[in-house]
């Protein structure tokens, strides 16, 4: 079993960078694939983007497509979220998500992970 832990959510200024941190205990790391999923007040938990077992594949929603990052370090255990260019739209909690794969395929449901942080709130005044 993997656990997770996401940091580094605050209140930031549209326009404005900012870096999400997700750290991971237990089984070995770069045996799962990892993703970013978000959810809004009042709207379901979408995905944001996700990064293969190797860390070589990524994709991402369109929304956040060439302002957002995801890079993984399988050493260290930690996969992070940088964020440029936030909008109001991406206000939100953030949730880091695991699950078993040695595959290059991006899962992009909820239900296709089986081990959830608590989640980070990144809010972004206009």
């Known amino acids: 079993q993997v656990q997770v832990v996401e940091s580094g959510g605050r209140l930031v200024q549209a326009g404005d960078s900012l870096r999400l941190s997700c750290t991971a205990s237990?089984?070995?790391?770069?045996?799962?694939?990892l993703a970013w999923f978000r959810q809004a007040p009042g709207k379901e938990r979408e995905f944001v983007g996700g990064?293969?077992?190797?860390?070589?594949?990524?994709y991402y929603t369109d929304s956040v497509k060439g302002r957002f990052t995801i890079s993984r370090d399988n050493v260290q255990k930690w996969m992070a979220l940088q964020m440029n260019s936030l909008k109001p739209e991406d206000t939100a909690v953030y949730y880091c998500?695991?699950?078993?794969?040695?595959?290059?395929?991006?899962?992009?449901?909820?239900?296709?992970?089986?081990?959830w942080g608590q989640g980070t709130l990144v809010t972004v005044s206009s």
């Open positions: 237990g089984r070995i790391f770069s045996n799962y694939a």
């Open positions: 998500a695991a699950r078993e794969s040695l595959e290059r395929t991006i899962y992009t449901a909820t239900v296709q992970y089986n081990y």
């Open positions: 990064i293969s077992w190797s860390g070589i594949n990524t």
